[in-house]
């Protein structure tokens, strides 16, 4: 999706943070917010909680975000079904006991569902928020 719109996107959005395209990164003063993936440890949970306080909106992408899974599928386990590896990435990585969706953490205020996510979905957010910010 980015490597069609990207030219055209590039014009109208300001990309404050975005690991794959800058190294020059920042989460201060976001008007929206728009984050993927499941919360699997406190340190994730604690940077969504630091966008959340700098974004007037957030919008979970794909379905990790919105609905946990399928990483939050290790939720179910039961005791005898986690083994020695389990248990080993558990306490190495420092993952939660739990994994979550993002609207366990922060308020989300709009979500983009579908693994992959749909691109339709995703346009129509994006053209909700450039008509709120009178961008388009």
Not at 92 to 121: A, N, T, W
Request: proline share 3%.
């Amino acid at each position: 999706l980015l490597n069609t719109h990207f030219d055209e996107w590039k014009s109208l959005v300001e990309f404050r943070h975005f690991k794959a395209l800058k190294t020059d990164n920042h989460l201060e003063n976001l008007d929206v917010a728009f984050i993927e993936g499941a919360l699997s440890s406190p340190k994730q949970e604690a940077e969504v909680i630091k966008i959340r306080d700098n974004a007037k909106y957030v919008v979970a992408i794909g379905a990790c975000a919105v609905t946990g899974m399928p990483s939050a599928s290790r939720n179910s386990f039961t005791p005898k079904e986690i083994d020695e590896k389990i248990k080993f990435y558990m306490s190495h990585f420092d993952y939660s006991q739990k994994v979550k969706r993002l609207d366990e953490v922060i308020k989300v205020d709009d979500k983009v569902e579908g693994c992959p996510m749909s691109v339709e979905m995703f346009t129509e957010v994006l053209g909700k928020y450039l008509k709120l910010f009178n961008v388009a």
